[in-house]
Structure formats: structure tokens, C-alpha cells
């Protein structure tokens, strides 16, 4: 990606509050044919970011983790979005047989441990790196494409 063209920001997260308003803004830039790489440690929060992008999209009830079915579907009232959880997958061609192409051509996709998907995830991308601080404090790094710098643009979290 072209560093003129990617968006880079940081933002705390203090809480389960500030990890929602997150997933409000990502939820309202996210459009079918994006990709959303949620990167972080075991119990960084990707899960929960993943589940507050999907609540703000309009999805209710049940969001299971996708860690043991690797991808779970959601029709949301705008946008099909895919949820994969890649930390089971043993070689990164498994994701073209999760039907991956096909995600991105019908909606959006949200991936958990993007790093173990070999290079196979589009460039561009957008890659949410979660950090903790301490038990409470969180850290969010977003890089990407450039027009996600529209969306952000005035977000301080809460």
C-alpha cells in the first residue's frame, strides 16, 4: 500500500465502552468488499470488537465465536459480513477453501488472527492491532486504506 494513500491512527481503549464506540465507527465505514483484520494476543479484545461491529450492523442474539467452525455468517440488514477465527487453521490455503473470495464479493469480512492467513489476505486491508496495557487498558492501531481517515475523522474514544 502506497503510504500516501493508508490511514493510521491509535486509540485507547479504557474499557468495554471505548471497545464499542470503536466498533460503531468501523461498523459505519465498513462496505461489501472489505476486510477487516483483527490482530492481538489471546484475550486482547478482538472477539468482543468483532461482536460490537456486528451488534452496531444490526445483528442480534447469539454471536458465537468462530474459533471451532473457523467462520460464522451474519446477514445483517445492509451488509453480509463473515466472521472468520483463523487461529485453528494448520495452512493458509484453508481460508481459500473457507470461501473467502466469495465473502469479500458478497459483503464484508472480519478475521481474527490475520497473521496466520500467509499473505492470502487482500492488501488492502484494513488491520486493527490490539494491545493491553494492563488488565483494563487497551490499544488500538488502525492502518489501511485511505479512506478510512473519513471515518475516523473527530472519533476520540469514550
Given at each position: ?69 473457523l467462520v460464522q455468517t451474519y446477514e445483517a440488514p445492509r451488509l453480509v459480513v463473515r466472521h472468520y477465527d483463523l487461529y485453528r487453521l494448520e ?53 489501511g486504506p485511505a479512506r478510512w481517515a473519513s471515518v475516523f475523522r473527530g472519533f476520540a474514544s469514550v
Open positions: 500500500m502506497n503510504p500516501e494513500s493508508t490511514f493510521t491512527a491509535r486509540f485507547a481503549l479504557p474499557g468495554l465502552a471505548a471497545t464499542a464506540a470503536l466498533g460503531t465507527r468501523l461498523a459505519a465505514g465498513l462496505q461489501a468488499g472489505d476486510l477487516v483484520a483483527l490482530a492481538g494476543d489471546l484475550g486482547a479484545g478482538k472477539t468482543t470488537l468483532a461482536r460490537a461491529i456486528l451488534t452496531e450492523l444490526g445483528i442480534t442474539g447469539p454471536m458465537p465465536s468462530p474459533t471451532f467452525t495452512d493458509p490455503r484453508e481460508l481459500l477453501e473457507l470461501g473467502l473470495d466469495e465473502a469479500l464479493e458478497e459483503g464484508a469480512v472480519l478475521v481474527e488472527w490475520p497473521e496466520r492467513a500467509g499473505g492470502l489476505l487482500p492488501d488492502d486491508a484494513l488491520t486493527v492491532s490490539l494491545t493491553m496495557s494492563d488488565a483494563q487498558l487497551r490499544q488500538a492501531e488502525l492502518t
